[in-house]
């Protein structure tokens, strides 16, 4: 038998063989077929790579590596807001670059950066790993790909542009220097503040030329790569700035992992604050906040991303009413800058800031914002910031967990008729740290309503109401009406969150209030309408905008308790009474925190919901001073020009519109359109007659003072507060104001002989860590 007649016995036998075996076994390929196959494809894939790699050239730059303006228009489309987006970019050589600032970068963005081809397989299939682990998702691109993608791609997120980056990045580190690779990068690079390049960066966060960054700038510099614009610890928000430390102290590890610093000279390294974000030109007035807003929008949102943004070429529509945007700027303008005499009044009357921000309620767009008087002189957008407590006019949110709980600690309902003990510095019980608020001017009140005790913001009520419904339970509330769970002073371990502690921006707390405007329907506030961009080729990018559908954060027979309550809180008896001049139906609440260190008004009307902070700010320092004295005033309370600026602008942002009635719904079935402002002069407590409050259907009923009642309260039974009441003597849309100098004080006699407990000095920080005082915060007036 021959060779060949062996072999193709062999084969026969085989084939006999297979035919035995049970058809599933027939079906799967042998060893030999699967070898073969696996063969051939990676040769395939070899071979494709091969010719991929000849025929794809390295391109020339693209045409979005030099940046284009930006154009920003009002809502009606045609309107212009501002340009910006001018390339800000000085380009320089390595050698002008430290060598701990380089250092710093590798360390930050790509580690194997001296050893990889241009690619790190590893990385990226680390980086894929850890995005299925649902760690967020991670990038596994080195400074090679990240130079290619910035110079001479585009930022599409396609395979197509993958594919081309990682060929390109081969090239690319084959044909150049690493050197000059890493100078291209940090030459192309967007660093925030408008900002491309190393050496623009330096100058805007440092004032200096980039030879002459420290290590620790050059760090700090490093880790904006990763957000640039969320990083910048001088406008990031305290949870922002936290990462964005935690970034370089990540940098200058690993450069000591990799060799490139000393554990000592490490050790010795402090974070360098940078120098305040200088204006950019053309943004003057108004412009640069609004620009600054919708900026913040279209990146925290994942519309795009904040590098794509600043390269320029987009058409952005805004959702802000250019009448109603004015109308914010007048009104501070008349209510409160023409009070103001610097040169008279120097210590007082300088650096008085206002945040403000309108929404619509039934849809959460933003209306207008104010600020700031002129971003060309003071570059921060105070209308985003989240470092200024609250105050009172968090209470709404304790009431509204109450209505959600049904029932205290005593498993008694909690209605707005329940009934609390008012007495100034009453210990609150059940709370998890000692709590004891006083009262404004030490008042005390007997026994009210939680309805009474919302019209006269009284502390001792509120305190002990939040813990009743669970200091949990209102951290919840607050966050699914609309305030960041991120915020300072939300925290259910410290008893003082009743009172306001939390420090949302004035934008945040509006789309809080708008939620109980809405009945109960959340939407989280926005600002652009549309973004499109037109390429030099003529195709037109219009990324896809977030959908807007509301959230259900509360019943709507609870919000629209709530609001029915507020707007007793603008009557003739109640710290909003200035707001009465605004002739509408309205509902709301004041604020002002401990020291007097800010002053709110939370408001709405059906159709829009508008927050006015104001407080004071050393410039240079940026620490917060206390308001007493400003405008000759021994105290500035969120009844005064908060309220007063509330009034104008609302009144000039719905002229010529109809008034609408608030059409609520509070727990009996039925909608009804409530007449305003919906209680009577008659059947308000006795301005010297503390132990009375109103009762079911806003009779008075008289009741006994119960200033030692250890329980704080006794509840009523829920009472019909939808329900209008009916006599003579309800006033009118034009009913006068009280003639008090201060809305917000309450009217009883004060105390004539108070003595205030020692309390800790220590406030929560909105920037740094917690008190050291174990005891809470001392609590915000109302």
């Known amino acids: 038998m021959t060779l060949s007649t062996r072999r193709q016995a062999k084969r026969a036998a085989r084939r006999e063989a297979r035919r035995a075996l049970p058809l599933w076994r027939r079906l799967l390929p042998t060893w030999r077929i699967t070898l073969g196959t696996l063969t051939a494809l990676l040769l395939l894939a070899a071979g494709g790579f091969a010719v991929l790699y000849v025929i794809v050239p390295v391109p020339d730059p693209n045409a979005h590596a030099v940046a284009q303006n930006n154009i920003y228009l009002y809502a009606d489309g045609t309107t212009e807001i501002a340009r910006t987006g001018a390339v800000n970019r000085t380009d320089v050589t390595i050698d002008q670059i430290p060598l701990p600032t380089q250092q710093a970068v590798v360390s930050a963005e790509d580690r194997t950066f001296y050893q990889n081809r241009g690619i790190d397989l590893k990385g990226m299939l680390r980086a894929g790993w850890n995005t299925l682990l649902g760690k967020g998702m991670q990038g596994g691109s080195t400074i090679t790909q990240q130079y290619v993608k910035n110079y001479y791609l585009t930022q599409d997120r396609t395979i197509e542009r993958k594919g081309r980056e990682l060929l390109i990045a081969l090239k690319v580190d084959q044909q150049r220097d690493k050197r000059e690779i890493l100078a291209g990068y940090l030459n192309s690079s967007y660093f925030g503040r408008g900002a491309y390049g190393i050496q623009s960066a330096a100058h805007a ?94 990146v925290s949102s994942g519309t795009i991303d904040a590098a794509t943004l600043k390269a320029g070429g987009w058409r952005i529509t805004t959702t802000f009413d250019k009448p109603r945007q004015d109308a914010f700027a007048k009104a501070v303008q008349e209510q409160l800058t023409g009070e103001l005499d610097p040169q008279a009044r120097p210590t007082t009357d300088t650096d008085v800031r206002v945040a403000g921000a309108s929404v619509e309620p039934a849809t959460g767009r ?136 939390a420090t949302p921006s004035a934008l945040d707390l509006a789309g809080a209030y708008a939620t109980l405007a809405d009945h109960g329907q959340a939407h989280t506030p926005w600002s652009v309408l549309k973004l499109e961009r037109v390429n030099p080729g003529g195709a037109v990018d219009v990324p896809r905008m977030p959908e807007h559908n509301p959230t259900d954060a509360l019943d709507r027979e609870i919000a629209d308790s709530v609001t029915d309550v507020l707007r007793d809180v603008i009557s003739p008896r109640g710290t909003g009474a200035a707001a009465l001049d605004l002739g509408r139906p309205a509902a709301g609440k004041t604020g002002t925190t401990d020291s007097n260190l800010s002053a709110w008004f939370a408001g709405y009307t059906p159709e829009l919901a508008t927050t006015v902070g104001l407080f004071r700010e050393n410039p240079k320092t940026h620490a917060k001073e206390p308001l007493a004295g400003t405008a000759g005033l021994s105290r500035i309370n969120g009844g005064a020009f908060p309220t007063r600026i509330w009034t104008a602008y609302t009144a000039a942002a719905l002229d010529g519109t109809p008034t609408q009635d608030f059409d609520l719904r509070t727990g009996h079935g039925a909608t009804t359109a409530t007449p305003w402002p919906g209680v009577s002069a008659s059947s308000s407590p006795s301005a010297t007659t503390p132990t009375t409050a109103p009762a079911a259907g806003g009779e008075p009923a008289t009741t006994d003072p119960a200033p030692g009642t250890p329980a704080g309260h006794t509840p009523s039974a829920p009472a019909a507060t939808g329900q209008p009441p009916t006599g003579p003597n309800t006033p009118s849309p034009q009913a006068t104001r009280p003639t008090t100098t201060d809305p917000e004080q309450p009217s009883p006699t004060p105390k004539p002989t108070l003595v205030q407990p020692t309390r800790p000095t220590a406030l929560p920080s909105a920037t740094g860590g917690p008190a050291s005082h174990p005891v809470p915060p001392p609590p915000p007036t109302p």
């Not at 990799?258 to 030109?281: E, K, M, N, V």
């Not at 914002?369 to 060309?376: H, I, K, L, M, T």
């Not at 949990?472 to 371990?493: K, N």
């Open 205 to 298: 966060y440092y004032g200096v030329d980039v030879s002459q960054l420290t290590l620790g700038q050059g760090a700090y510099l490093a880790s904006l790569l990763q957000a640039p614009s969320l990083y910048d610890v001088k406008t990031a928000t305290p949870a922002n700035r936290e990462k964005a430390v935690a970034r370089w102290n990540y940098a200058l590890d690993g450069m000591v992992q990799l060799g490139f610093l000393t554990p000592a000279d490490r050790a010795a390294t402090t974070f360098p604050d940078p120098i305040d974000p200088q204006p950019a030109t053309g943004l003057a007035g108004q412009a640069g906040y609004l620009v600054g807003v919708a900026d913040d929008y279209l």
């Open 366 to 501: 933003v209306v207008a914002v104010y600020g700031g008087p002129d971003y060309a002189k003071q570059p921060y957008n105070d209308a985003l910031r989240q470092d200024n407590q609250i105050g009172s006019t968090f209470k709404p949110i304790d009431l509204a967990a109450g209505l959600v709980a049904q029932h205290d600690l005593d498993g008694r309902p909690i209605t707005t008729e329940s009934r609390y003990d008012g007495t100034s510095e009453r210990p609150v019980t059940g709370g998890p740290t000692p709590y004891a608020p006083p009262n404004e001017d030490g008042v005390d009140y007997g026994n009210i309503t939680l309805r009474y005790a919302m019209v006269k913001s009284v502390n001792s009520v509120y305190a002990q109401e939040g813990v009743d419904a669970g200091l949990a339970r209102v951290r919840e509330t607050a966050v699914r009406l609309g305030i960041p769970d991120s915020v300072r002073g939300m925290d259910p371990a410290n008893t003082s969150m009743t009172l306001g502690t």
